[in-house]
T-cell receptor, first 116, second 118 residues
């Protein structure tokens, strides 16, 4: 069975603060893929990153960075110097190779509010 | 980038009527599409996997007779909510895969369709 847990339901920060969104996953697959999506109030999902299970290198993209730790089954997402436009719901998701359809299983999401 | 379009973006209907939502991949062929449902302030729950030319695979607890899925072409999948009731009011999102798998393919999401059943 596959499962994604985002324990933080809501986070509120003041602009320019750094914030980390946690994601813990469960899977029996040896090859799997992890994703982060942003869902602004408009509802459309915005793809942020995809990481495969063999690549534990951390990634940085502008103000965004991701920390993949297989030992703790976590794939955390950090926004540095947060901005009001970062306010959205962020979803972590998992897809495993054993399921031939590679369907995406989403976590419950973390609502981030960045206050001016 | 690839575009997946859903239509309509929002629909209001009376209880007991049927509503069809279309999901189109505009610039690529998608052998597999997925339908998700999202209730307010909740996560996306996978409803079914739609494969072109074959029957959809439904997730546990999803009524296949109520949520009819048709994937008649490589660029179009439709979700029909039959005899809709207020509890079916939700945000329905489709995604389409370009390529054969996650290794080589990417998932693209539509903009979602908001259904309100009165």
């Amino acid at each position: 069975a596959q499962k994604v847990t985002q324990a933080q339901t809501e986070i509120s920060v003041v602009e320019k603060e750094d914030v980390t969104l946690d994601c813990v996953y469960e899977t029996r697959d040896t090859t799997y893929y992890l994703f982060w999506y942003k869902q602004p109030p408009s509802g459309e999902l915005v793809f942020l990153i995809r990481r495969n299970s063999f690549d534990e290198q951390n990634e940085i993209s502008g103000r965004y960075s991701w920390n993949f730790q297989k030992s703790t089954s976590s794939f955390n997402f950090t926004i540095t110097a947060s901005q009001v436009v970062d306010s959205a719901v962020y979803f972590c998701a998992l897809s495993g190779e054993m399921d031939s359809s590679y369907k995406l299983i989403f976590g419950s999401g973390t609502r981030l509010l960045v206050r001016p | 980038g690839a575009v997946v379009s859903q239509h309509p973006s929002w629909v209001i209907c009376k209880s007991g009527t049927s509503v069809k939502i279309e999901c189109r991949s505009l610039d690529f062929q998608a052998t597999t599409m997925f339908w998700y449902r999202q209730f307010p302030k909740q996560s996306l729950m996978l409803m079914a996997t739609s494969n072109e030319g074959s029957k959809a695979t439904y997730e546990q607890g999803v009524e296949k007779d109520k949520f009819l899925i048709n994937h008649a072409s490589l660029t179009l999948s439709t979700l029909t909510v039959t005899s809709a009731h207020p509890e079916d009011s939700s945000f329905y999102i489709c995604s389409a895969r370009r390529g054969a798998g996650v290794r080589t393919g990417e998932l693209f999401f539509g903009e979602g369709s908001r259904l309100t059943v009165l």
